[in-house]
């Protein structure tokens, strides 16, 4: 069993900056990719962010050059760190990782339960 608890998410105005924080823990035997989604109310989950196990990134495109994704394997985290907000980013912000638990050596997902970030005047 693995969990992923998320932090790091609150109210900022505009042009600020928020960094979120995602640990997973448990039946951990690897952790192939991690990833940030966003979710507005009445809207889809959308994926903002991913980082593979060697580090390479992806981001789309509304967060390019303003958002940065990264990882500490020694911690089992991922990071997002979000500058230059804009209102448009409020969202339920959710981690997911593809995690290869300890007994069956395969990748599933896991998700974090969300953090609200809330970009407003």
């Known amino acids: 069993q693995v969990q992923l608890v998320e932090s790091g998410g609150g109210l900022v105005q505009p042009g600020g900056s928020l960094r979120l924080s995602c640990a997973a823990s448990?039946?951990?035997?690897?952790?192939?990719?991690m990833a940030w989604y966003q979710q507005a109310p009445g809207k889809q989950r959308e994926l903002v962010a991913t980082i593979s196990s060697g580090g390479s990134t992806s981001y789309v495109d509304s967060v390019k050059g303003r958002f940065t994704i990264s990882r500490d394997d020694a911690k089992n985290t991922v990071y997002l760190q979000m500058n230059s907000l804009k209102p448009e980013d409020t969202a339920v912000y959710y981690c997911n990782a593809m995690v290869k638990d300890r007994i069956s050596l395969m990748p599933l997902p896991y998700w974090g339960q969300g953090t609200q970030v809330t970009v407003s005047s």
């Open positions: 448990g039946s951990i035997f690897s952790i192939v990719t």
